[in-house]
């Protein structure tokens, strides 16, 4: 059980904006910033959102992330067929832990 | 360009040691702002911290794993390590070392990671 919680899965079609949601408590999300990783099949994971809504260079504008309260949520617009892989959001928790949700599998339909 | 690369044993049998080593290249362990983390994925599930150390030495590790884990920095070989003991079946996954910057908790740069299998 992930001290952040995603959905398991997600889907669209090419073109579509998909979400995913991730949520949290005060101790993870709501006192410290959200971080989005996306994983391709076989390979490391890769920082796709920093400090709730940053784009590391070379992240196209497409992919946005949010953040309210104790929840956050990362948004891809334009769903391409290389956008499938497994999401994670990630936070610091004020127990001195950093935190990973169970990950959130999109499927390009 | 930054490059981190894990190395270690693949197997290693219940109750014993794992030991991994991160070498880094193509930047300083010791730059005053990054921290060094290790990360595992058991097959198949999803990410778990295990801890971070900064070059001076300060340490920070995961709760659930505080009593068996430890994780040293050796800035003249420019290598960070993490040790992890008395290991079960439950410890086998994809051991990633990744460098933060700023924080103990964004990982930018990830090397490619390492399955360790725990078997007799």
């Known amino acids: 059980q992930s001290v952040l919680t995603q959905p398991p899965s997600a889907s669209g079609t090419p073109g579509q904006r998909v979400t995913i949601s991730c949520s949290g408590s005060s101790s993870n999300i709501g006192s410290n910033t959200v971080n989005w990783y996306q994983q391709l099949p076989g390979t490391a994971p890769k920082l796709l959102i920093y400090r709730n809504n940053q784009r590391p260079s070379g992240v196209p504008d497409r992919f946005s992330g949010s953040k309210s309260g104790t929840s956050a949520s990362l948004a891809i617009s334009g769903l391409q067929s290389e956008d499938e892989a497994d999401y994670y959001c990630?936070?610091?928790?004020?127990?001195?832990?950093?935190?990973f949700g169970g990950g959130t599998k999109l499927t390009v339909l | 360009q930054l490059q981190l690369q894990e190395s270690g044993p693949g197997l290693v049998k219940p109750s014993e040691t794992l030991s991994l080593t991160c070498t880094v290249s193509?930047?300083?362990?010791?730059?005053?702002?990054?921290?060094w983390g290790w990360i595992r994925q058991p097959p198949g599930q999803g990410l778990e911290w295990i801890g971070g150390i900064h070059y001076t030495g300060t340490v920070t590790y995961n709760p659930s794993l505080k009593s068996r884990v430890a994780i040293s920095v050796d800035t003249s070989k420019n290598q960070f390590s993490l040790r992890l003991n008395s290991v079960t079946a439950a410890d086998t996954a994809v051991y990633y070392c990744a460098r933060s910057i700023d924080s103990w908790f964004r990982f930018h740069y990830w090397g490619q990671g390492t399955l360790v299998t725990v078997s007799s």
């Open positions: 990630a936070a610091w928790d004020d127990s001195l832990n950093g935190v």
């Open positions: 193509g930047d300083s362990v010791s730059g005053s702002s990054y921290y």
